[in-house]
């Protein structure tokens, strides 16, 4: 009876502990995020930081998934519809209000220390802000910058790069003059969103911000000024003819064949032009915020950040800030900033923040400060089409800049 009583305890004792080793001391939780694929952080870098963040809590799971950029949005409206999906995403500086306005992220306002509110670069806030809350923090920043050629500059007499736009066209005019460059200067200009980056930037520049309907605050009349600008640039025959039809890449193939004098483009034309070892002008490329506007400004700068929100839906949004909170904190951002320019104000005078970059970091310094964003709206897809086709329509004749103006807000409203 003893020795029956015996094995019969022993028995249930294995099964309490096979059923001890299947269940943890602490429940695991899972998260799943998206992300860009081919970011400025590499996906390589990604799962990198996503493991140190498992490593310092071991009791979480993420999965990753990486998409297109023109698939991002689609993907997160497509998994909050149907009731599955990411509890983190990454998103464009141009949905917070459309993401608020359908309830696709959470308001995280509440969360966000002083710390964060102080340190964090005020432009960057612009990335994830709508409507005086906020939908997560801001994570890749990036903005346009002015591009110049140093050595034509100096062929042409020139002893530093443009601080207005009015001084743009005079020194790209003196390199026509002298036969260096018959168009010293190349624009993105096709119909597609970078249009409407380039037209935010000149509106920055003379003084304007824009209201969510598309028109303009601060300086009235800077949405009409940055258009005569566009067009008097590309009648001047300064600007390189194939300007109208250019995206971001054609722009940054002309400038490093040694084509243009200027360009306005995104920040990895600064790293890639410099060293790709096709660049016809690596060595020669000088980088500066864009330029102000005379009576105006000093500088300007277009949002084209991305931010790291929580979604709605999230059966875990405490472990989803965690997430954020890590990928986003000044030793992660630091470590990676040979990719990205950090959000924190601060990380712009750590040595690993600036070797080798000094330039780009410099620019950035001032230009990731003070940069707008476009049109915060839930209704963007929209006005960002009729910004597109009436900047067009001036460039090509079609319309007077006033007349285009007036049919886009026509549209946004």
């Given at each position: 009876?003893?020795?029956?009583r015996?094995?019969?305890?022993?028995?249930?004792?294995?099964?309490?502990?096979?059923?001890?080793?299947?269940?943890?001391?602490?429940?695991?939780?899972?998260?799943?995020?998206?992300?860009?694929e081919g970011?400025a952080?590499?996906?390589a870098?990604?799962?990198a930081?996503?493991?140190?963040?498992?490593a310092?809590?071991?009791?979480?799971?993420v999965?990753?998934d990486?998409a297109?950029y023109?698939?991002?949005?689609?993907?997160?409206?497509?998994?909050?519809?149907?009731?599955?999906?990411?509890?983190?995403v990454?998103?464009?500086?141009?949905?917070?209000?459309e993401?608020?306005?359908r309830?696709?992220l959470?308001?995280?306002?509440?969360?966000?220390?002083?710390?964060?509110?102080?340190?964090i670069l005020?432009g960057a806030?612009?990335?994830?802000?709508y409507a005086?809350?906020?939908?997560?923090?801001?994570?890749?920043?990036?903005?346009k910058?002015?591009f110049?050629?140093?050595?034509?500059?100096?062929r042409?007499?020139i002893?530093?790069?443009?601080?207005?736009?009015?001084?743009?066209?005079?020194?790209?005019?003196?390199?026509a003059?002298?036969?260096?460059?018959?168009h010293?200067?190349?624009?993105g200009?096709?119909?597609?969103?970078?249009i409407?980056?380039?037209?935010?930037?000149?509106?920055a520049?003379?003084?304007g911000?824009?209201?969510?309907?598309?028109?303009?605050?601060?300086n009235?009349?800077?949405?009409?000024?940055?258009?005569?600008y566009?067009?008097?640039?590309?009648a001047?025959?300064?600007?390189?003819p194939?300007?109208?039809?250019?995206?971001d890449?054609?722009?940054r193939?002309v400038?490093?064949?040694?084509?243009?004098?200027?360009a306005?483009?995104?920040s990895?034309?600064?790293?890639?032009?410099?060293?790709h070892?096709?660049?016809?002008?690596?060595?020669?490329?000088?980088i500066?915020p864009a330029?102000g506007?005379?009576?105006?400004?000093?500088?300007?700068?277009?949002?084209?950040?991305?931010g790291?929100?929580?979604?709605a839906?999230?059966?875990n949004?405490?472990?989803?800030?965690?997430?954020?909170?890590?990928?986003?904190?000044p030793?992660?951002q630091?470590a990676?900033?040979?990719?990205?320019?950090?959000?924190?104000?601060a990380?712009?005078?750590?040595?690993a923040?600036t070797?080798?970059q000094?330039?780009?970091?410099?620019a950035g310094r001032?230009?990731?400060?003070?940069?707008?964003?476009?049109?915060?709206?839930?209704?963007?897809?929209?006005l960002s089409?009729?910004?597109q086709?009436?900047i067009?329509?001036a460039?090509?004749?079609?319309?007077?800049?006033e007349?285009?103006?007036?049919?886009?807000?026509?549209?946004?409203?």
């Amino acid at each position: 009876m003893v020795k029956r009583r015996t094995t019969l305890t022993t028995l249930l004792g294995l099964i309490f502990l096979a059923t001890w080793a299947a269940f943890p001391l602490h429940a695991e939780t899972r998260l799943r995020a998206l992300f860009m694929e081919g970011s400025a952080y590499g996906d390589a870098e990604i799962r990198a930081m996503t493991g140190r963040f498992t490593a310092a809590h071991p009791e979480m799971r993420v999965t990753l998934d990486f998409a297109p950029y023109e698939d991002l949005r689609d993907l997160t409206l497509g998994a909050t519809d149907s009731g599955t999906g990411y509890d983190v995403v990454v998103f464009d500086a141009i949905w917070p209000a459309e993401y608020a306005d359908r309830q696709i992220l959470l308001d995280v306002t509440a969360r966000i220390t002083p710390e964060m509110r102080a340190g964090i670069l005020p432009g960057a806030w612009t990335t994830v802000d709508y409507a005086g809350h906020s939908y997560g923090l801001p994570w890749l920043l990036d903005t346009k910058y002015l591009f110049y050629n140093k050595q034509i500059l100096a062929r042409a007499g020139i002893p530093a790069p443009p601080a207005t736009w009015e001084a743009l066209l005079e020194q790209a005019r003196i390199i026509a003059d002298k036969g260096i460059l018959d168009h010293p200067v190349v624009w993105g200009w096709a119909g597609t969103e970078g249009i409407v980056c380039d037209f935010t930037t000149l509106v920055a520049a003379f003084g304007g911000r824009f209201a969510p309907d598309g028109t303009t605050t601060g300086n009235p009349g800077a949405a009409g000024e940055a258009l005569r600008y566009m067009v008097e640039s590309h009648a001047s025959g300064l600007a390189h003819p194939g300007s109208i039809g250019f995206q971001d890449e054609d722009v940054r193939r002309v400038f490093e064949s040694g084509q243009a004098a200027f360009a306005l483009n995104w920040s990895y034309m600064y790293r890639l032009s410099n060293n790709h070892r096709d660049s016809g002008v690596a060595g020669s490329v000088g980088i500066a915020p864009a330029p102000g506007a005379v009576g105006h400004s000093l500088s300007a700068a277009v949002n084209g950040s991305m931010g790291l929100g929580i979604t709605a839906r999230s059966p875990n949004p405490d472990a989803a800030w965690d997430y954020v909170a890590f990928l986003t904190n000044p030793a992660e951002q630091n470590a990676q900033a040979q990719s990205s320019l950090p959000v924190w104000a601060a990380s712009y005078d750590d040595p690993a923040v600036t070797t080798g970059q000094r330039a780009l970091v410099d620019a950035g310094r001032i230009a990731l400060r003070d940069m707008i964003p476009r049109p915060a709206t839930p209704r963007y897809q929209g006005l960002s089409e009729a910004l597109q086709t009436a900047i067009r329509d001036a460039l090509l004749g079609r319309a007077t800049p006033e007349e285009a103006l007036a049919a886009a807000a026509a549209i946004g409203n």
